[in-house]
């Protein structure tokens, strides 16, 4: 319980720093240094949603007024 409660934090705080991306470079795979499927069972076992890590449309960005 103590463990999945570890992983469950170590994985949403990859997700989030990865933008709910799992693989690639700079995915959250990539950062935990475990494999993409692996991620994916162990999100799906721990009923985490990477789409909740997601960034809002427009990608985030602020645009200035053109000053």
Do not use: C, Q, W
Request: charged share 20%.
């Amino acid at each position: 319980a103590a463990f999945d409660a570890a992983m469950h934090a170590h994985i949403e705080a990859a997700l989030a720093a990865a933008y709910g991306r799992i693989e690639g470079p700079l995915g959250a795979a990539a950062r935990l240094r475990i494999n993409p499927h692996t991620l994916r069972a162990r999100m799906r076992k721990l009923g985490i949603d990477r789409r909740t890590f997601r960034m809002p449309p427009g990608g985030g960005v602020v645009l200035s007024g053109g000053e």
